[in-house]
């Protein structure tokens, strides 16, 4: 990836495209089997000092989290500073959080064919074996851009896939294009604030939360140490049960009791 950001198709056919997506080769959650709101806590490319510093902050707390991983990107350097290391991919698998899959080249999906789609996705997953990381169970779309063939390539290998658009997942939701809420920004922390307090009034719901990089002087796509760690606070001072994306995967498509009796 280049010094320069990219950014996904903003045109009129771009958003149509990703709304008719949203049709397609849909996994609806359940929630049934969900008693309490859920937070995943997630980090996007990954940037080095997510690696470092947002770990550190997920650990102080007894929590963890989920790192999607292009590992094309591996020790370079960009706008969101240096990506993470194969040492540091090894380390974060061994302390508990999930390595997720991103593509191998933060391949932008929506404009992408399947067969380019599944080449890259395949190509991330054989790094990522090499480095000792098991399968990868879920998935981010990178720039958050997607289309139908690329839904139906990852409806085939993962358990959920996470788009940026904003919501909750709640019962009906499409997990192969599920919501997420970015700490980013100067408004993050405000916008992770809220979606905390609107997922508490809902017992059957999980919300994900992304960013970038974390440091002390941010990427527009990051936040600062300070910021996460009020968030990973308030959220559990909130009673939030903090999940990996796979995790809240597994418990979304879980049929509760009295549907588990009556199969």
Not at 216 to 244: H, M, Q, Y
């Amino acid at each position: 990836m280049s010094d320069l950001p990219y950014h996904a198709d903003k045109s009129l056919y771009g958003k149509l495209r990703r709304r008719f997506a949203k049709l397609a080769h849909t996994r609806p959650a359940s929630m049934a089997g969900v008693a309490r709101p859920m937070v995943t806590i997630s980090f996007d490319d990954a940037p080095s000092s997510s690696a470092r510093n947002g770990a550190a902050i997920l650990r102080s707390h007894g929590v963890s989290g989920t790192y999607f991983i292009s590992a094309g990107l591996m020790a370079q350097d960009s706008h969101l500073g240096a990506y993470t290391s194969a040492e540091e991919i090894r380390a974060l698998h061994g302390a508990g959080f999930e390595i997720a899959c991103h593509t191998y080249s933060h391949l932008d999906c929506g404009r992408a064919a399947a067969p380019e789609i599944e080449s890259d996705i395949e190509e991330n997953q054989i790094v990522l074996k090499n480095l000792g990381i098991p399968l990868p169970r879920t998935f981010a779309y990178p720039y958050g851009d997607v289309s139908t063939q690329a839904k139906a390539v990852v409806d085939k290998r993962y358990l959920a896939s996470r788009a940026l658009h904003h919501g909750l997942i709640v019962a009906g939701t499409d997990l192969n294009q599920a919501p997420g809420v970015g700490i980013e920004g100067k408004c993050g922390e405000q916008t992770a604030m809220e979606w905390l307090q609107r997922a508490n009034a809902m017992p059957h719901s999980w919300l994900v939360l992304y960013t970038h990089d974390v440091r002390k002087n941010p990427s527009d796509w990051g936040c600062t140490p300070e910021v996460l760690n009020r968030i990973v606070a308030r959220g559990l001072e909130l009673g939030f049960d903090f999940v990996t994306f796979a995790a809240g995967a597994q418990r979304s498509l879980m049929a509760g009791p009295s549907a588990s009796r009556a199969a």
